[in-house]
């Protein structure tokens, strides 16, 4: 599949005049103030280096349903509902120490906003609307045309770029179709001064998934494919990586697709694997989830490939694919298990100042589907710890459709992070799908780490459902 690439050069509009049509515009430095100049810990909204906890729920409104997040300051102060924010993305768009977000929503009419961290916290009511280009593509077209995209935040070069992932879709027939990638630079105002497309129109077939598996790490933009012919296997996956230009940062620049027939990549691309479906990176760690990669008899039993991605060089080095057959993971490939159906990307959770993945899976437990796993592996090493809703620790019991997989991670401190779980299905007080959350204690994890249930508020909106769906620092699949 080969992406048509298609630049558009912004026009300044500045002191009443026009700027030179036709000539890309370069992003201004960066705003220090109202924050410190410095490198935000993620979801750090007001700068005082404890990370906000956000937690994502549903809620239905007579009509449809909605995403709410739920806003938990780190220093313990009062906490907020963000109604009807879509999906929430923790990112740099400023380059001082107050994170800041991307809100956005898919669908017939899909929206994204840019919200800057300040002292007093995330200023959602001052957010930035950006307009998404494909969104012209389906105006007018009726309801059943829509977009389904991930959005994520990416600084490099003293320069704020964001970086939309994703595919059009129309509902009648659940046919989706031409993927695209977008690469917008921001100024200090968080006006885009620069779009850079690409383009792929599907010519392999319909577009499975494409794109809604979006990660960044420094200048690196990594974008999902799963459904990626490759050597003649449907569906068999592809992992996209973007870098800048070397003369022209604020151009990206198509570097690699990895697939499982990549040099150095463990196993074969197969039809259906899906590979690329799930995506984490961090610090040039990049984690691959295949949740639909068979192995013998087990049908979506998944798999999770590690690649340390060096940007400089445009290199990469793949470790051992790991499953739930590989030794030192306890449990075995099942099929349905959908191992890797969701990732994230953690430290010093197995080892001193380790790397570690966190490994979600659907995962039937017995009699009881779905009722959810999570895996925490060592990035290069044979560590590895899996966590139930039956583990002695955990709050809770596995009870089938639980769904304890989603998974976040808060950088509580600077070798250490805290993990969070998510089980949108949980049943709770003859309730169904309520939902449950979890945080771990921000320690090394061992046989006796304490979990601590995440309460659902009090003051949560009617009509509310699935807390835990996700949270700030995880792109949910």
């Not at 280096?49 to 009062?78: H, K």
């Not at 017995?366 to 955990?394: C, D, E, H, M, P």
Request: a negative charge.
């Amino acid at each position: 599949m080969k992406p048509i690439r298609i630049t558009l050069l912004a026009v300044l509009v500045a002191c009443g005049g026009l700027g030179t049509p036709g000539v890309a515009v370069a992003a201004e430095p960066a705003a220090v103030a109202p924050c410190a100049a410095g490198v935000p810990v993620a979801s750090d909204f007001d700068g005082d280096t404890a990370p906000e906890l956000v937690v994502g729920a549903e809620r239905w409104t007579g009509t449809e349903s909605v995403r709410e997040q739920y806003l938990q300051p780190g220093d313990g102060g009062a906490a907020t509902w963000i109604l009807d924010t879509g999906e929430l993305r923790s990112a740099d768009l400023n380059g001082d120490v107050c994170a800041d977000a991307l809100l956005f929503r898919g669908g017939h009419v899909p929206w994204l906003k840019l919200a800057l961290g300040t002292p007093d916290g995330l200023d959602v009511a001052g957010a930035t609307e950006v307009t998404i280009p494909q969104a012209a593509d389906i105006a007018g077209r009726g309801e059943d045309y829509e977009l389904a995209f991930e959005a994520a935040g990416l600084r490099h070069d003293g320069f704020s770029q964001v970086a939309i992932s994703g595919h059009h879709s129309w509902e009648w027939g659940g046919e989706r179709y031409r993927g695209y990638v977008d690469v917008l630079t921001v100024d200090t105002s968080l006006a885009v001064t620069h779009t850079q497309i690409f383009e792929f129109p599907g010519v392999e077939g319909p577009i499975i998934g494409f794109g809604k598996a979006l990660a960044t790490s420094g200048g690196t933009i990594a974008v999902g494919a799963p459904g990626t012919v490759v050597k003649g296997h449907a569906d068999a996956g592809a992992v996209y990586l973007y870098t800048p230009d070397t003369s022209d940062p604020v151009t990206m620049v198509q570097r690699l697709v990895l697939t499982q027939n990549s040099p150095g990549v463990p196993g074969s691309a197969e039809g259906g694997d899906r590979f690329g479906r799930t995506l984490a990176m961090r610090d040039g760690r990049l984690a691959i989830g295949a949740p639909y990669e068979v192995d013998g008899d087990g049908h979506r039993a998944g798999l999770v490939q590690p690649i340390r991605w060096n940007e400089a060089t445009r290199t990469y080095t793949a470790y051992r694919a790991i499953t739930q057959n590989t030794r030192g993971v306890p449990g075995r490939n099942q099929s349905g298990d959908a191992f890797g159906e969701s990732v994230a990307i953690a430290r010093g959770l197995t080892a001193s100042n380790s790397y570690d993945i966190l490994i979600g899976a659907v995962e039937r437990h017995g009699s009881l589907s779905a009722a959810g796993s999570v895996t925490v592996a060592n990035f290069t090493r044979a560590l590895y710890r899996v966590y139930t809703q039956s583990t002695k620790g955990i709050p809770g019991s596995s009870e089938a459709g639980d769904y304890f997989c989603h998974l976040g991670v808060l950088q509580t401190s600077p070798t250490v992070d805290t993990v969070l779980i998510g089980a949108p299905g949980e049943d709770t007080g003859g309730v169904k799908g309520v939902g449950r959350a979890l945080r771990s204690d921000g320690r090394k994890l061992v046989s006796t780490t304490t979990w601590t249930n995440i309460p659902i508020p009090a003051d949560a909106p009617a009509g509310m459902s699935e807390w835990g769906l996700d949270f700030a620092m995880i792109s949910p699949q």
